[in-house]
């Protein structure tokens, strides 16, 4: 097969010899969900990308960049920087509309059950998607600030988590909601 290839001073244009597919995914998509099902997923989805914490994560590492290098992500700063995010992550549970919906009693059965362990969930969801646990100075002080077996079991966690960050969000959403106490 041959290809035509022309040359100017600029760019080269290649010309195949047949036309590539293009893929319309809204063509394959069989999902039984109706419109007010996905307004649900999308709104849960938001809502963690909205109160989760992102400004908060984005700020704090844009501060630490321009700090030299000596006093970047630091023992303390770093644990505070932890205990922020999972401050902000339970935010995304307290302001969901379905949880604020629910009786105080159904409030307090959810949070006792699920809180921790979601909020430490979620806060590992978030230093993977900034990929802090890479950065060796943050890495180190997360050791200093807890057990280096726990941080070490943090980043395993991390690692394996599903790399689709929707299906993470809802995971987290549906564990919240769960009446089963999680370990």
């Known amino acids: 097969m041959k290809f035509r ?6 760019y080269t244009v290649c010309y195949y010899p047949f036309q590539i ?14 419109v007010d ?4 997923l999308s709104n849960l989805v938001h809502c963690f990308n909205e109160y989760s914490g992102y400004t908060f994560v984005e700020r704090c590492i844009e501060q630490q960049n321009v700090s030299p290098l000596k006093l ?11 205990t922020m995010i999972k401050t902000n992550v ?9 949880f604020l919906s629910l009786s105080q009693d159904d409030h307090i059965a959810l949070l006792r059950g699920t ?8 806060g590992m969801f978030t230093l993977r998607h900034y990929k802090l646990y890479d950065y060796v100075p943050f890495y180190k002080s997360a050791e200093m600030g ?10 395993l966690v991390m690692d394996g988590l599903d790399i689709d960050d929707t299906f993470i969000k809802l995971i987290l959403a549906i564990l919240v909601f769960s009446t089963t106490t999680c370990t």
């Open 21 to 34: 597919p293009t893929l319309n995914l809204l063509e394959s998509d069989r999902s039984t969900l109706n």
């Open 146 to 155: 807890f057990q280096p077996s726990d941080v070490a079991l943090s980043k």
């Open 5 to 10: 290839h022309i040359v100017s001073k600029r």
């Open 115 to 122: 809180v921790g362990y979601t909020t430490s969930l979620g």
């Open 37 to 40: 099902q996905w307004i649900l």
């Open 72 to 82: 970047r992500f630091k023992y303390s700063s770093v644990c505070d920087f932890i």
């Open 90 to 98: 339970q935010l995304v549970f307290k302001k969901n509309r379905d």
